[in-house]
Structures are given as C-alpha cells and as structure tokens.
C-alpha cells in the first residue's frame, strides 16, 4: 500500500507527470503499474482514475472512474483514458463526459487535444447546456473561446423547437448558434415549419435570423422571402426582398416587398399583388397593405380587387371569404358593365362566387356610357342605392337610389337622342334594365322635379352633375394576366 507517492518522470518531450497518489505501485522501468486512487498531475492538468500505466516513451493508459480536471476550464470523465505525448492528446472511451461550466459533451469516444485545446469527437455525441441539447455525428469544442462546430446530421433540441442542418456553429457564451449551410427548424407543438439556406438562433432569447431562401410553413400558409427574422416567445416574424406567399388549401397566391407575422395574423406591405381563388372563377387584389386574419382580408392604400364581371377600388377593401361578402371603405369604385359606381362605402355580397346584391352609402353616383362620342353619359347622384343582381343580364337590376336624388338621362329613338331628362329633385329612383343593359323602366318618387332639354342644346354642352367622375380604360384596375 501507498499513500503520498511521489515520483517524477523526465519524458523526451520535456513533460512532467506527477504522481500525486496511488495504493499500489509496480512495475519496472519500461512501464509502471499504478492502482487505487491513482492522482497524476502534468502542469495543469489532474487525472484521477482506478488504474493507470506509465511508459517510458511517454505514453501512459488510465482505466476505471477517468476523470480528468483541466485547470479552471472544466473536467472529463470516461471509462478509459490513453494519452500520446508526441501528439498532446488525450484519447477517453467509453460513457465520456466532458463539463466546461454549463457546456456538456457526451460521447462514446472523444480527444482532447493539449496543444490547441479543443475537443472533439467522430464518432456521434452531443452537447447539452440550459438551452436544451445538439447532436452530430462529428463535433469539435475550442475551450479558449468557447465555440463549438458540428458536422454531420446536426439536431438542434431546443423544446418545442427541432432544428437540422448538416454544419451549425454555436457560440456556447452567447447561446448563438449560426447556420452556414442550409437548414430546416420544426415547431413541435405547433404545426409549422421554417427552412433556409443559412442564419443565426439566439437560443436563449428565441430569436431566429434567416437568410437567404426562407420558408415558412404551416397547414394553411407558405411564405417565402430573401431575409427572415423570427421571435418565438412573441411568436411574431418578419420577411422581407421577393416575398411570395401562398395558401397551402390553394385559396390564394400572392406577393409584396415585406411581411410581418403575429398569431393569427399575416400582414403584406408594399406592393402587393394577389391571385384568391375559388372552385368556380379567380379574383385578383392589389394594395399597399394587406392583413389576412382568416377568414378575413384586409386591403389598405389603393386597394383594388377584380373578379369578372366586377372591378373595384377602394381606399380599404375587406373581402370575407366565408361570409362572401366585399366591403369597399373611402372613395369608393365599383365596375361592372354599363356602370361606374363611386361612394363612401359599398357592401357587395357574393353567393355561389357570383354577385347577389349590393348596397352602396354617402355620396352615392352611378355613371354609365350613353353616347361617349357626344360625351352623353347616363347619371344619377343620391345618398344611397340598393340593388340585386340579374344573372340573365349579368348585371345589377333593378337598382333602387334612395334621398337626395338627382339624375340625367338620355332619352333615344333608335339611334337618334332626343334630348336628356335633368331630375333635379326626387327622394328615390327605381330603375330596371333592359336586355341591352340599359334602363328601361324608371319610377320617381316623392314630388319630382325636373326638366326635358331639347338635343340640339346639348350637342356642344352635355350634362354633367357636380362631382362628375369617369375612369377611362387606362386608369382601371387592370387583370395582370392577357390572353
């Protein structure tokens, strides 16, 4: 039995081990056998192990409870232990575990090299800290700086979040791990999916960068974009440069300059242009803004949406897809042939993806064609207007204008007008259209006034009600797709 044993070895590699403690020592003085409680010290490194053979040739093997004390920077532990002086590595099988603060790596099999102060396994292992866990099969720790880079089938275990790339480095100080190669990042709890060609995680705080080709995906939206940045406590994201997203049921395809997203709410600015679909026809929206609250639309700044036979512009336009119901708000325009509809706000209700009916409020003006060359259009000026939709016709009659009412018509025979109706006042106008969609039927109510005026004194000065507004051709809303 030994206690206190001390001896002193001169390698050829000028390196001192020091024997600080075994029970039992033999040998001769090629190779000394050392065992119970066996402490070897070599500068700043201590090794305590059951079992340990020193050479001559400067290489010694430990076995039973390895465990290695590394300075102030952390220790390891393992089954066995080799060490090759010529190299300054350290060689551990078998249950490894090396602990440097709050930074664990496990492993079957990992070397410590002395010289550059790194280790490193080969052979699959993980690192644990209070941020949840990454696993590879190749792995290599820098203790000096505290840096990590893992190759090889990469997982990121931070609950509820999977990350997997094939390359990560991870900045153990800082929690930051960065994504050089492309990776995928997978909400455990929550059925969505985030992909990109690389970025950065800040662990602790939750907070992803993603760059460039972003994805993100979940049962109901893809989105994609050049730049990403992520939150997860907030659980809110934005997306900038080519941003496209997509309704993954397929009801709606569309792109803009950015996107910001928060729990239940995706918002599109700048430069939007939109594709909705439906199992009988398409609708296009274009805007500034955009906020999808399912099963809500909002468009916002020079909104438009066009699904034939209608066009529309707004300053903010809400398209509920499961009421089927359009409301246009500020400035208001609705097209659908022969007429132009401008208001403060318009309801538009569809069924069966078709127009149903239609109520329009503040300011209300129809304006159709009635002779462009002649500069002859049919008006009519109100504070409201109801009407229903004829499929036969395939356009709105009757319509019912409702206060404050005044109109020009003009009146034809044939091919030839004979002058124009100027109503100048009436509480309400009831019109119906006829097979060339246009009036056929009209019915004033509640004391009309008004006035005929001949053709001949309309020719070089037609009729125009104040705030007269016409669209010409070029400044509609326009479908982005030609035949």
Not at 14 to 43: C, F, K, M, W, Y
Not at 90 to 104: D, H, S
Request: aromatic share 12%; glycine share 6%; net charge negative.
């Amino acid at each position: 039995m030994l206690r206190s044993y001390l001896a002193l070895l001169t390698f050829t590699a000028a390196q001192t081990v020091l024997i600080e403690n075994a029970e039992e020592l033999s040998g001769t003085d090629e190779v000394r056998h050392l065992r119970g409680n066996v402490i070897l010290r070599q500068d700043t490194i201590q090794l305590l192990c059951g079992e340990a053979d020193l050479y001559q040739d400067n290489t010694f093997h430990a076995r039973g409870g390895v465990r290695t004390v590394i300075g102030q920077s952390g220790t390891i532990t393992a089954e066995r232990l080799s060490y090759d002086p010529a190299t300054r590595r350290l060689t551990y099988e078998g249950q490894v575990t090396a602990t440097f603060g709050t930074t664990i790596l496990r492993t079957q099999r990992l070397t410590y090299d002395r010289q550059s102060e790194t280790a490193s396994y080969t052979e699959g292992g993980l690192l644990t800290d209070t941020n949840g866990t990454i696993h590879s099969l190749h792995a290599t720790y820098f203790i000096p700086t505290e840096i990590a880079t893992f190759t090889g089938n990469v997982r990121v275990d931070h609950p509820p979040y999977k990350a997997f790339t094939d390359s990560l480095v991870y900045h153990t100080d800082r929690t930051l791990a960065i994504f050089p190669r492309p990776f995928t990042l997978y909400n455990t709890s929550e059925p969505e999916t985030l992909l990109a060609h690389g970025g950065q995680w800040e662990r602790q705080a939750g907070r992803l960068t993603l760059y460039p080709h972003v994805q993100w995906r979940t049962p109901e939206i893809f989105l994609k974009a050049d730049y990403a940045f992520y939150d997860q406590q907030a659980d809110t994201g934005f997306a900038a440069c080519d941003v496209i997203y997509q309704s993954r049921q397929g009801r709606g395809w569309g792109i803009a300059d950015s996107a910001f997203w928060h729990p239940d709410t995706l918002t599109l600015k700048e430069n939007i242009a939109a594709f909705l679909f439906t199992e009988r026809d398409t609708a296009f929206v274009q805007s500034r803004t955009a906020f999808l609250i399912s099963p809500r639309l909002y468009l916002i700044g020079e909104a438009t949406f066009l699904r034939p036979p209608l066009s529309a512009a707004a300053d903010t336009i809400l398209y509920d897809t499961l009421a089927h119901s359009l409301f246009l708000l500020g400035q208001a325009w609705l097209y659908s042939y022969p007429y132009q509809l401008f208001a403060r706000a318009v309801h538009l209700v569809l069924r069966d993806d078709t127009p149903d009916s239609l109520l329009a409020a503040g300011n209300v003006h129809t304006i159709s064609e009635a002779a462009p060359f002649l500069r002859f259009y049919q008006q009519v000026r109100s504070d409201s207007l109801m009407a229903r939709w004829d499929s036969t016709l395939e356009a709105f009659s009757p319509v019912w204008y409702r206060h404050n009412l005044r109109a020009i018509y003009y009146q034809s025979d044939g091919p030839h007008y004979q002058g124009a109706h100027e109503i100048l006042q009436a509480q309400s106008l009831f019109v119906s259209l006829g097979p060339n969609r246009q009036p056929t039927y009209l019915r004033l109510e509640s004391r009309p006034q008004g006035r005929f005026i001949p053709i001949k004194d309309l020719l070089e000065n037609p009729l125009f009600l104040p705030s007269f507004q016409w669209r010409l051709p070029n400044s509609r809303p326009r479908w982005p797709i030609q035949p």
